[in-house]
């Protein structure tokens, strides 16, 4: 670690030249919203800004807040802010209805992109010719391509193993030498156990040494347990697809917060019920600004994600701000094998189906995987094939939700939920077993 | 299409300035592979072979060949051929056996990467501005990420969709109004099927102008039925793993055989018994040697494919040699959902499981999508819990063959197996349908 800093004169800048700097970027993606956005402009003028008024970091308050429903109504193009010609590649980020958002990344977007990776590469101690074996999705959500990116502009190869195959995966970290992997814990969790189960001891004879955790609540304690069974250093990293992440944020070996990149983004820590900034360090819900996009900007989005933003300095030397462990999200958004999947979005895939009544949505881990059913009863009088509607159901839920559900057809009356509104009900057994820590976390 | 070519001046460069190029390229490869590795080096003096000796295009066939099982021997690292740490990403080819082969990517092999499915998109007549829905798996494999590299390339804007979310597909081609599409035949077909059912028009009411198939056998026949289900142009393209295809050749407008890109690649057709040349035209196997290879060179590797190449002028302007249709393989493997597989890798994983007797491996088409179907036979003597074992064949087929097959097991003597040798059957009714055309075809 001869060199600690991916780029130093960045990573290290004091706060007061930082917050100089974000104040530049943001008048700068305001107005250019502002011009190019008919979504931002009406947002603005109802709420009666003009970019002019935006001079200060301060005067971010004045701006009113987007969230995932607003930036749903504008599909298809509506947060495209660049000529079509300009964009290299898009990506996606779920919603509420049975659309996706597309994010749309010119070149400058990307080559962002990949310095926020690299540096976070960099920062848990990948080093060039390290191999990072890349086991988040790689497609529409921007898990996987981020980090590949990333490696390939840091000089760690980058190994675009994807999700599944999980017996090749572990072949591959032993014969390879992998020293680092990418994944969500969860699977993390599982490769480690089948490892296990194969006799071969990942903490004792591979050559792992980092594992970036990220795409789902963790905890202390399982990221210990991780540590301990695949033999690395677990760090926590924070991404959301509305902003290209992975990127957004990351351990360092200090391990108090994850590092939020504030030369490419604004982070702000609100009262939920109120939209009022928190105290320095006070619990909150997150909210971030977007200040360096070209393609599409997304300004003061409401995460849901509860959690706590310092400045505090970082025994680590990294001057950007700290956001803490994410206690969890107020928007009951679930969160199914690294997807963040909404009830109202099962619900209006159900609505496509005439004969589905009510329905129950039963969330529980195995082996540390999520396992995600739906039993459904069908609608009074509708005659129904069970095991034919099963499958159809299946097959619709996993095309616009993306998680596979397990579905069970089952008569009607059986679930207690006929004439119930909403018409349907969520349990979710992960959260009564503790798996994702409470009061232990940092 | 005021600019027809990608890169006019290698596109249309003459035949014997390209071949004078071709024969350089090859004694540099040769000459690479000799002194960085001890594959080559060991194959090479066993066949009593010195890079000096290489000398002119004609001297390739002094050159002993590689098959899949050659390079397989080498795993992990007897295919790389520079230091890790100039490495950036790392792909794979499937084998015969339960490992992959590891396909080592310099920066320079990103960058050929890119500028040979950059001329591939342009080829068909993709513009900056346009998208293209890219449904090949990104991941180990390079079907997505070579045409992403190329689009981005290319000024083409990359949706990396991936495989499966058959409906979301859908909605970005129509709400996007993309216009260009690159996936499996197989797939395409059931995209367009699927969208007839919802009573969308894809033909009629998209944008679609362009789609590139490949990954598996197609015929004239089927290519015509996706371009009037579709409404677009149906383009074949070819590549193979080991050689980071995408990106190895592909039809242009005029259709007659896919070109091969002769300053990258270098094509031979051989009589697949005797290994002597095949004259211009007549049908025989393909032999490829990646010219230009930094990571990982693959030199006159036999592909099994069988087809016929010609130099000659094409009224397209392209200079390059055309490879035509791939008419089948000739060693046994097996194209489901776009891998290929060897039944003898199938017998590898059962190999795994003592209780495994014998087992017949079914493929069938449903919806122009494949169906891959394995019957087991428990071992004499032994007792097993049928649902819990075919749970368990099912996942590690998957973890090492990559396609999920469905899996019974069956009672013993009902597949009238029992003692044969090898201890398997498989039978492909996809090929008696007459689905993958035969004396059709171009």
Redesign the interface.
Known sequence: MTRPYWNRALETMPRERLEKMQARMLREVVERAYRKSIFYRDLYRDAGIMPSDIRTLEDVRKLPFVDKAAIAST???GMRMC???K?????AATTTT???V?I?AT?LD?DHWAERCARILWMVGLR??D?LQNAF????STG??GF?LG??RA?I??????T?????QI??IM??GVQGIAMMPSYALYLGLRAQERGIDLAGESSLKVGLFGAEPTSVRMKRRLAELLGLEAFGEYGMNEFLGPGMACQCAVKHGMHAWADHYLVECIDPATGEPMAEGEPGELVWTWLNAEGTAVIRYRSHDLSEVTWEPCPCGRTHPRVRRISGRNDGALSIGGYIVYPSKIAHVMELFPEVGTFQVILDSVKGLDCFTIMVEPEKGAEVDPVRLAGRLQS?V???V?CTPMVHVVPRGSLGLVGADPPYRIIDYRRSSGRYGGAEGE
Not at 157 to 162: G, H, L, T
Not at 164 to 168: K, L, N, P, Q, S
């Open positions: 599909y298809p193009f000529d079509q010609a964009v290299r590649s898009l990506h049975r659309h996706i597309p749309f070149a990307l060039p010719g191999f999705r790689f497609g529409l996987g391509v590949h490696a390939k000089g190869i980058s190994i675009p193993a994807s599944g195959g999980t017996d090749r072949d591959m014969d390879l619709a996993k095309s616009y993306v």
